[in-house]
């Protein structure tokens, strides 16, 4: 007797929800289309991908200054060491090397912690959270909306790969300067 209350139209692109929205509207039908909110949800994303990769950055050039402050106080504290190495024919070469090589271990064992800590947050968050924000919309489709998170492995190694070589720029300076060392000089060093 009331006729026809609901009509739940799946559209197979966005577009095609947009044709279908215009389509409904035209007849004097009420529509509410998820085209809206995953617009939304993109400029949202889009936002937010921006706001990540700024703290990122920041986060990239903290540790940057964090590897040259750790690998300039290591050198002070063993100007004297390295003094006696160079005098009984270490190299510069070598001083260097062994710089850059604890500087790389360093960023190994963050990139160890760091790896164990985001796959810890990953493994919570893929259980899944619910979005608060959305559960109104989506409750008048009967949809209750998920969040889950994953690691992509490429993104992984290549984050990996990035800590490595800004730990080797970021020991340079300390492992040039370490190498350059005055064996006579560093040995008197008081420090």
């Keep these: 007797g009331d006729g026809l209350r609901a009509l739940l139209l799946v559209a197979r692109s966005l577009d095609d929800a947009a044709a279908i929205e215009e389509a409904a509207t035209g007849r004097?039908?009420?529509?509410r289309s998820v085209r809206e909110v995953v617009l939304r949800v993109k400029q949202s994303l889009s936002v937010a991908t921006y706001v990540a990769g700024f703290l990122a950055a920041i986060a990239v050039f903290v540790?940057?200054?964090?590897?040259?402050?750790?690998?300039?106080?290591?050198v002070l504290e063993r100007t004297r060491e390295l003094g006696v190495i160079l005098s009984l024919?270490?190299?510069?070469?070598?001083?260097?090397g062994w710089i850059e090589v604890?500087?790389?271990?360093?960023?190994?064992?963050?990139?160890?912690?760091?790896?164990?800590?985001?796959l810890a947050l990953v493994a919570w968050g893929g259980l899944g959270f619910e979005m608060p924000?959305?559960?109104?919309?989506?409750?008048?489709?009967?949809?209750?909306?998920t969040l889950?998170?994953?690691?992509?492995?490429?993104?992984?190694?290549?984050?990996?790969a990035l800590m490595f070589a800004i730990a080797l720029l970021a020991a340079a300076y300390p492992g040039w300067r370490a190498s350059r060392l005055e064996p006579v000089?560093?040995?008197r060093f008081v420090g």
């Design 63 to 74: 540790a940057c200054l964090g590897i040259v402050n750790t690998m300039v106080m290591s």
């Design 102 to 118: 604890e500087s790389l271990v360093l960023a190994g064992l963050g990139a160890l912690l760091g790896s164990a800590l985001g």
């Design 89 to 96: 024919g270490g190299g510069r070469a070598r001083v260097l």
């Design 185 to 187: 000089e560093a040995m």
């Design 133 to 145: 924000g959305l559960q109104d919309f989506y409750k008048s489709f009967g949809i209750k909306p």
């Design 28 to 31: 004097g039908l009420q529509a």
């Design 148 to 160: 889950y998170l994953r690691i992509a492995p490429g993104e992984a190694l290549l984050s990996a």
